[in-house]
């Protein structure tokens, strides 16, 4: 016996049933899987050449086009001299990873603000959305977010790095087949862009969605470079500049001027037909109920600069009289010495305050602003629950105010006061309780338990904008509450949306409109703005005058200054 034939081990047939040798792959298997993985890479560096930037455009249609794009590509990789190939089979795949973030980005921004993400000026942001969930879902849920996101980004720079070099050693060693293969379907892209060629409404087989998306957010960088010359000459226009004091305001004084920010109190809220009949009648029954009190009111409608988010540019810009649309144009302005309305009345001789319960870290803004008297979230001293974003009930916020400032004997005051309670994510809403039992707000714990809890996470659509409702009208119902319990006969209450909600409330499309009204005990602040055209009551009506946002400090400024003498 030799001793081959010794220490052979004798072949074992698996029993029925038993699988063989996980660590035996066949050739045929090794040619399914790398023919599978093959697959998955062309699908990915298709996907993330074709894949639209906003969700209303996804469909399958979308994923059945001829990217210009790749051909090109394909064609570079086959003329390249095998040394230069890989780095710039590399640096392609790091490019489309870029370009697919990018997309996603722009998703989220249209998502959240209708607009694509902005790639000069839109960084400061993501600080914002990270406390934004903070707030909402706890630091833990913030945090794994995040570290979600950063870790899908990573991936899919990775991937589709991968991906094109697996698909860079595959064309080449197939040269003769890829050059036909391109050859064709160059030919059939240039049939189908002369000729209009679409599967689908909208989705082009001949596509450049990658060049006219990269275009795009170069013109945006160029643009916003070009407008920061552009603000400063705006900001350097001022009618209101050198005006004295004794001539400003002249139609207010004596009187208690409170402008009052409902956060997202958009159009939509007055005219959706899922909104508008709860909204309208609460409006409706509060402007009867102030009218049984001697009061009146006006409304219209105001184009706001920003839309599901950016509170504090909508406030630039009623304040300053200039179109803020953006955070370079919020930096200008805070840089600069312009007149803002709050600036306006305490030249006139207004005490100026700012209330604002959602600054729980320092705000740097308050040293442009110039109030005499500034109380963040810390300063209001609440004692009781958050309300999801909300640090405060609005309630709270009014009630503190009013014993900090307009129940002690005053000189005039004019107060900015930037509500939160119809933040997003709108959920759980605060009940009222009683004027006199507010406090510290220690009695909202037990409003909060009678309120219940909500995964705010987990809700669908129909859910949200039932939430975003009630948070409306809880704000509105409020603000009513307090005229008719503090009002009295100096009080001059201008409230007024910041933004519209975002399109998970409005769908895409919805204005930039948000609603205004002034409200007034004395008929004479109404004789100041009769010119104005605006309806009477709290709910401005759909022929309601629509003015942009940044036109409002000066026709305010006008109407209540010295009138011509006759």
């Known amino acids: 016996m030799s001793l081959i034939t010794r220490f052979r081990r004798p072949a074992v047939e698996p ?32 996907a993330a050449l074709v894949a639209p930037d906003q969700l209303s455009r996804l469909r399958p249609g979308s994923f059945l086009r001829i990217p210009v794009e790749g051909l090109i590509a394909v064609a570079l ?11 710039v089979a590399v640096a392609l795949g790091l490019a489309l990873g870029l370009l697919t973030v990018l997309k996603l980005l722009d998703t989220g921004f249209f998502v959240a603000r209708d607009r694509p993400f902005d790639v000069l000026l839109d960084w400061g942001l993501f600080d914002d959305g990270f406390g934004f ?16 996101v950063l870790l899908l980004a990573v991936a899919l720079f990775v991937l589709l790095t991968l991906s094109v070099l697996r698909l860079t050693r595959l064309v080449v060693g197939h040269h003769t087949a890829t050059v036909r293969a391109v050859a064709a379907l160059a030919v059939l892209w240039l049939g189908c862009a002369v000729f209009g060629v679409r599967l689908s409404p909208g989705v082009p087989v001949a596509d450049r969605e990658a060049t006219t998306l990269v275009a795009a957010h170069a013109g945006q960088v160029r643009a916003g470079l ?35 920010f409902v956060e997202s109190y958009g159009r939509d809220a007055v005219e959706d037909p899922e909104f508008a009949p709860h909204v309208d009648a609460a409006l409706d029954d509060g402007y009867r109920r102030l009218r049984a009190a001697g009061y009146d009111a006006r409304s219209g409608f105001l184009t706001s600069p920003t839309f599901g988010g950016g509170s504090w540019l909508a406030h630039a810009t009623l304040l300053s009289g200039l179109w803020i649309d953006n955070d370079q144009r919020h930096r200008g302005l805070l840089a600069g010495d312009r007149l803002t309305l709050n600036g306006a009345f305490h030249r006139a001789g207004w005490q100026t305050v700012g209330v604002m319960p959602a600054a729980t870290q320092p705000w740097p803004e308050g040293k442009f602003f110039g109030f005499d ?35 002690k004997p005053h000189a005039p005051l004019m107060a900015e006061i930037p509500l939160v309670s119809s ?4 959920s759980p809403i605060p009940k009222p309780v009683p004027w006199n039992a507010v406090g ?9 338990a009678s309120t219940g809890s909500r995964d705010v996470v987990q809700r669908d659509t129909t859910q949200i904008r039932t939430d975003y409702r009630h948070s409306i009208e809880y704000t509105l119902d409020t603000l009513v509450s307090y005229v ?77 200054g010295p009138q011509p003498t006759r």
């Open 15 to 46: 029993a029925d049933g038993d699988a063989t040798p996980s660590t035996v792959v066949t050739p045929r298997g090794r040619r399914i899987l790398a023919g599978a993985v093959t697959g998955l890479a062309a699908v990915l560096v298709l």
């Open 77 to 87: 990789l086959l003329v390249l001299p095998a040394r230069v190939r890989r780095p």
């Open 133 to 148: 969930l903070t707030d909402s879902v706890g630091r833990g849920g913030a945090v794994a977010a995040a570290a979600g």
């Open 226 to 260: 070009r407008d920061r010359k552009v603000f400063l000459g705006e900001a350097a226009t001022d009618a209101f500049r050198d005006v004295p004091g004794d001539r400003l305001l002249t139609g207010l004084r004596g009187k208690d001027v409170l402008v009052a």
């Open 373 to 407: 008297r500034y109380y963040d979230a810390e300063k209001l001293a609440y004692r009781g629950p958050k309300f999801s974003y909300a640090p405060m009930p609005d309630q709270y916020a009014l009630a503190t105010f009013q014993r900090l400032e307009r129940a």
């Open 423 to 426: 933040h997003s994510p709108w």
């Open 440 to 448: 510290d707000g220690s009695v909202f714990h037990q409003a909060s």
């Open 484 to 560: 008719l319990t503090y009002g009295g006969d100096d009080l001059v209450l201008v409230f007024l949306g910041d933004h519209q909600p975002a399109s998970a409330v409005t769908g895409e499309g919805a204005s930039r409109d948000v609603p205004i009204t002034v409200v007034a005990h004395d008929p004479k602040v109404f004789d100041r703005i009769a010119g104005w055209g605006w309806q009477d009551g709290l709910r401005p009506g759909p022929q309601a005058p629509v003015w942009r946002m940044d036109t409002f400090r000066d026709r305010f400024l006008t109407a209540f």
